[in-house]
């Protein structure tokens, strides 16, 4: 057994290296500065120790192995301390490659959006077909109640990011993982911090297609074009393409607007019909490739699909944390306009004329350079109102955003004032939507103990 302490414990990712690390039986210990749930709930649920923030002393002397996460960089004094003292450090993403992934057949799940909703419904069909599945996901999956485990079957399913590995790996960390079998779900610009342009996501995404091999499977939205490019780049494994076109070797044909029921087709032959909780076109073409991915490995789909109607996701993903006087609360991850925008769309489906209030806090890398300014406002078109969460440091100026978004819209400077005005704007049959990718200081589960105290 070996003594591990994990720099960025509390990151989704990360957090899911340490459920893996003690369910190999390591000593595990961790250091992060931002600690909020559902993480947090998580890592306490396991007895892993958390430190919080970064020092000199965080990682103890007779550490065997330091795994770094990538929010960490040089001049963070925990990871100078390692340096200096010659400690043993390793990313998560090699990590895994080394300790978990050997022997088994990686399913990856990689894309700009949909990654962890596309994993977490990969890792149920192949449960509901036996295979107990080894998994890692960005997030806490409902239905498994963690983030990872190693399983006792062939197949591991994990979440492919295309971040940056850690502050020594300037790779993605998808390039680690070499599946047999990888999702390509969509493509578009992000991570304004590490990449300069759309360019250089895609050679990244190359990267990944140059490690499956001839005898896997490339499952890829046959709809976008920036992965069409990818592609073309050079290709050496069979691709199935999915999508809402009939042309595909897989498509789905929706049977309700709102995307809570579809028919599935396999090269054209009607294969079965999904009835299930999730919302949205975007949620079917996840639902879509994880279906392929798991045929691909020889899972006989008319046996899995009725168990998609028991899938419940994963936290924070358009997840109703309760109801007051009438008014319906979610939270959500949704961080990317093309994301926010899938999410009201599916949501606008679903409640009809009812009033959407949108709580936004622009906290990604991307949103607070102002890589997506001009892309916000268009995407909150199906909310009725939106509260912004404008931060002292935010980069980009949110008056020209205010100006055009559709709806009624506000910038408040922090989450006090934000609950205050959602108070004085919500109303009986309202849907409040929070969005954030990070913690937006329990502002949620606070606005709702505020409707059910009222």
């Not at 996501?201 to 990267?207: E, M, N």
């Not at 042309?247 to 009607?270: I, K, P, Q, T």
């Not at 959500?332 to 709580?359: C, M, N, Q, S, Y």
């Amino acid at each position: 057994m070996s003594k591990i302490h994990i720099l960025g414990i509390a990151g989704t990712f990360m957090g899911g290296v340490a459920a893996l690390a003690r369910e190999l039986g390591h000593a595990v210990h961790g250091s992060d500065q931002a600690i909020y749930p559902p993480m947090s709930t998580q890592l306490e649920q396991l007895g892993i120790a958390l430190d919080p923030g970064y020092r000199a002393n965080s990682v103890a002397a007779d550490c065997d192995e330091v795994i770094v996460g990538n929010a960490l960089s040089r001049g963070n004094p925990a990871v100078e301390a390692v340096l200096d003292a010659g400690q043993r450090y390793i990313s998560g993403a090699q990590w895994l490659s080394e300790q978990v992934l050997p022997g088994r057949d990686t399913l990856a799940v990689a894309g700009t959006h949909g990654k962890t909703t596309t994993t977490t419904i990969l890792t149920w069909l192949l449960q509901a077909a036996g295979r107990e599945p080894g998994f890692l996901i960005g997030g806490v999956a409902e239905d498994f109640g963690v983030s990872a485990r190693l399983g006792s079957g062939r197949e591991f399913v994990v979440e492919a990011d295309e971040y940056d590995t850690a502050f020594f790996d300037k790779r993605s960390k998808f390039v680690h993982y070499r599946p047999l079998v990888a999702i390509l779900n969509n493509l578009e610009y992000d991570h304004a911090d590490i990449f300069p342009d759309v360019a250089a996501i895609q050679r990244q995404f190359h990267h990944l297609v140059r490690t499956v091999p001839a005898r896997g499977r490339l499952i890829v939205n046959g709809e976008d074009a920036y992965l069409a490019q990818v592609l073309a780049m050079g290709c050496w494994t069979p691709v199935e393409r999915f999508g809402f076109d009939p042309s595909l070797e897989w498509h789905a044909e929706l049977v309700n607007a709102d995307g809570s029921a579809f028919v599935v087709h396999h090269r054209g032959v009607r294969v079965g019909e999904v009835r299930w909780p999730l919302l949205g076109r975007h949620n079917v073409l996840n639902g879509l490739a994880a279906l392929a991915a798991a045929h691909a490995v020889g899972v006989e789909l008319t046996s899995v699909i009725p168990a998609l109607a028991n899938f419940r996701s994963v936290k924070r993903r358009l997840e109703v944390i309760g109801q007051a006087h009438d008014i319906t609360v979610y939270d959500d991850f949704a961080h990317h306009p093309t994301a926010i925008h899938t999410t009201l769309e599916g949501l606008r489906a679903k409640v009809g004329a009812a009033r959407i209030v949108v709580a936004m806090e622009p906290r990604s890398n991307s949103m607070r350079l102002g890589a997506h300014a001009e892309a916000l406002a268009p995407s909150l078109d199906l909310a009725d109102a939106v509260v912004f969460l404008h931060r002292p440091e935010l980069a980009w100026d949110a008056a020209g955003v205010i100006a055009a978004v559709r709806g009624q819209a506000h910038a408040v400077p922090d989450t006090d004032a934000l609950l205050a005005r959602l108070g004085e704007i919500a109303a009986s049959g309202d849907h409040v939507v929070f969005m954030s990718n990070g913690g937006f200081d329990g502002a949620p589960r606070r606005f709702l103990a505020q409707l059910q105290q009222g």
